[in-house]
C-alpha cells in the first residue's frame, strides 16, 4: 500500500461535513474534497458507500485510502475479518466510484432451461433485471470483473478477481455471451454496499449481497440471486443479477424476503 498521507489528508470518525454517519473524508492540502467512504447504519444492516470529490487521487492512492478506512469501519462496528478478504472484497466494491464506464460485457444465465441444459426463455432486452454468471465493466483504462463467491452455503458478490473470465468462443447450454450490456455508464460517482450480517438470523458471518452503481443519469443495482424460473427469483444465490431500474427490487417477491435498506442517493 501507497503513504497516501503524503498527499492528502483525513478526517475520521464522525467529525465529518459530507453527511451524518461515521466514516472518513479524503481532502487535498488545499481542502479540495478528494473521496469519502462511510459507514450508514440507519438499517437493518451496515451500508458502506464510497464518492469522489473534486479532485482524483491516484489508482494506488485510492486503494490504499479506501482499504484503511474500511479496515477501520469494520473494526469499529465489531465485525470480524480474520483473513482481510471481507475488507478487500468491500474495498474492491467501493473504488468503482473512481471509475468511468464505457460499455458492460459477460456472460448471461437464461431464466428458464430444460433437458439437457437448452435455454428455454432468456431475459427480454429491456428486462428490469437479467441474471449474468459474472460482468466486466469496462474503462478507457481500467476494468473491473464482478462475480460471486461462496460462504457456506449462501453467495454473495466478489470485486475479487479470482479467475481470468473471457468471453467463450461459442456460446453453450444456458448461457450466452453479451457485450454493450445496457447498464450505468460514464462516471460513476458513489457507490452503496450492503453487508448483509443478518442473513440466516446472524449464524453467517455476513455476506456483501448488493452493490449500488451511481451514475450521473442513471443507477444499477447488482444483487446476488438466481431465477429460478421468470416469475421467481432467490436471495444469495449463484448469479450476479442486474437491475437497471434500482427501485424494481422493492418490489418484486424475493425469496427469503429482502430487506429494504436506505440508499444514498443523491450524497456527493
Given amino acids: 500500500m501507497t503513504d497516501w498521507r503524503s498527499l492528502w489528508d483525513a478526517v475520521v470518525a464522525s467529525d465529518v461535513g459530507a453527511r451524518d454517519g461515521l466514516g472518513w473524508e479524503f481532502t487535498s492540502r488545499t481542502g479540495e474534497p478528494a473521496w469519502a467512504v462511510f459507514r450508514g447504519d440507519d438499517g437493518p444492516f451496515p451500508v458502506f458507500s464510497a464518492a469522489r470529490g ?4 491516484s489508482a494506488d492512492d485510492l486503494a490504499a485510502m479506501t482499504h484503511e478506512a474500511v479496515a477501520d469501519l469494520l473494526a469499529a462496528a465489531g465485525l470480524a475479518d480474520q483473513h482481510g478478504w471481507i475488507t478487500e472484497n468491500i474495498s474492491a466494491a467501493l473504488l468503482l466510484a473512481s ?27 429491456d428486462a428490469a433485471l437479467t441474471p449474468y454468471a459474472w460482468l466486466r465493466a469496462i474503462g478507457t483504462n481500467t476494468s473491473a470483473e464482478i462475480s460471486i463467491y461462496q460462504n457456506d ?15 467463450p468462443e461459442f456460446d453453450l447450454g444456458s448461457l450466452r455471451s453479451r457485450q454493450g450490456i445496457p447498464l450505468v455508464r460514464g462516471p460513476i ?19 456483501v449481497s448488493e452493490v449500488l452503481l451511481h451514475g450521473d443519469h442513471a443507477s444499477t443495482l447488482l444483487i446476488a440471486a438466481e431465477a429460478y424460473s421468470r416469475h421467481e ?23 427469503p424476503e429482502r430487506h429494504r435498506w436506505r440508499r444514498t442517493e443523491g450524497v456527493r
Avoid: K
Avoid at 54 to 57: A, N, T
Avoid at 104 to 124: C, M
Fill in 189 to 207: 460517482n458513489q457507490v452503496d454496499v450492503v453487508y448483509d450480517t443478518i442473513v440466516e438470523g446472524g449464524r453467517c458471518a455476513g455476506l
Fill in 153 to 167: 452455503m449462501l453467495f454473495g458478490l466478489c470485486f475479487i478477481p479470482t479467475t481470468e473470465l473471457r468471453l
Fill in 99 to 125: 471509475m468511468s464506464v464505457e460499455s458492460w460485457e459477460g456472460e448471461e444465465w437464461a431464466l428458464e432451461s430444460g433437458p439437457h441444459d437448452v435455454a428455454t426463455a432468456w431475459a427480454e432486452p
Fill in 54 to 57: 473534486q479532485v482524483m487521487p
Fill in 233 to 255: 427469483w432467490h436471495l444469495f444465490d449463484e448469479s450476479v443479477v442486474a437491475l437497471t431500474e434500482p427501485t424494481t427490487a422493492d418490489s418484486l417477491a424475493w425469496i
